[in-house]
């Protein structure tokens, strides 16, 4: 399949997704010529009131247009919908880099690097193209997720290496694309990735997971496609960042750009007695286990059967986004 045709078959998938705003009228527009309350993105966001609720979130709706801007979503902003327009015509986009240079004189480091910046709970994205455009200069977050219950659909990640930094809390992607290079999804929440698309730019690593040792669920991903944006491309599934790192592929399709070996121990070998990596169900050439580390592990069916998004996200409040 060429790639212009899969990337219209993404395109069909994210556009034809059901919509989940549910209010008629949006509490504030977002508009680059000026025809909405807002011209910036986070001028919308600091205009949101406190004291919504899940049944009655602060719709912002984002119309058309390109915002080159570094956004902040400050840890008082929940229940709050940020809804592009679409995906495809609706961008956030900044270019911060690990290498730059700060106000103290020193590089700001990749923590500082986010476009899109969640400090909020109860927060959600939708239709959305979030972008670092700085390109393969190093670590340049797209976006970092500091809150939790923190919901994104048919959105687009874009970016190289480090794009989506889960760094702590729980999440769920759906309908989403996220592109990158080197560890470009990460960090140490629990996060549920279901029917996305993930695109390898170069030959690297998928995941890089800091999984706290006492939390039972990392990073899953369900009926997700890895493809490469190159037929040379060839990627590991995931390395540990941290020793307890947990990563879980279910039912996704693996082209052949997934190394035969499927994880890599970031040159730790200590780490292989810690890490949990798992898989079941996948299919296509890069789901052949037959090379695979022997350090990871096929799950059960009963094991694979319980991996959804009501028992990987619903903790101690019963959270499910899949609704």
């Not at 719709?59 to 247009?65: D, E, H, S, Y």
Request: with cysteine; proline share 6%.
């Amino acid at each position: 399949m060429s790639l212009l045709l899969r990337h219209a078959i993404l395109l069909l998938v994210l556009l034809s997704a059901p919509a989940t705003v549910t209010r008629a009228t949006p509490d504030a527009i977002v508009a680059a010529d000026g025809s909405g309350q807002h011209t910036s993105i986070q001028a919308a966001i600091n205009a949101a009131p406190p004291g919504r609720t899940a049944a009655s979130p602060w719709v912002i709706l984002v119309q058309p247009g390109r915002y080159e801007e570094i956004v902040y979503v400050q840890r008082e902003k929940v229940h709050v919908k940020l809804v592009g327009a679409d995906p495809q015509t609706t961008v956030l986009t900044g270019s911060l880099h690990a290498n730059m240079t700060g106000p103290d004189g020193k590089p700001i480091g990749t923590f500082r690097t986010p476009t899109l910046y969640i400090d909020a709970d109860d927060f959600t994205v939708e239709n959305l193209t979030i972008e670092n455009a700085a390109g393969p200069v190093g670590q340049a977050l797209a976006v970092r997720v500091d809150g939790d219950r923190v919901a994104f659909r048919r959105c687009r990640f874009l970016g190289h290496q480090d794009t989506i930094l889960v760094n702590r809390g729980r999440h769920y992607f759906e309908a989403c694309e996220i592109v990158g290079t080197t560890d470009f999804i990460f960090g140490g929440a629990t996060a549920y990735f279901r029917n996305c698309e993930l695109v390898c730019l170069a030959n690297s690593y998928i995941t890089a997971a800091s999984t706290p040792e006492n939390n039972l669920h990392g990073l899953v991903f369900e009926r997700c496609r890895i493809r490469g944006a190159q037929p040379e491309v060839r990627v590991y599934l995931g390395r540990p960042w941290r020793d307890f790192a947990a990563v879980t592929f279910l039912n996704c399709e693996m082209s052949n750009i997934v190394r035969p070996e499927g994880w890599h121990n970031w040159s730790r070998p200590e780490r292989e007695k810690t890490a949990r990596y798992t898989e079941y169900g996948n299919t296509g050439t890069g789901a052949d286990r037959s090379g695979r580390v022997a350090w990871s592990r096929m799950l059960s069916d009963d094991e694979a059967r319980s991996l959804t998004p009501a028992t990987v996200l619903s903790g101690h409040d019963g959270w499910r986004p899949d609704l």
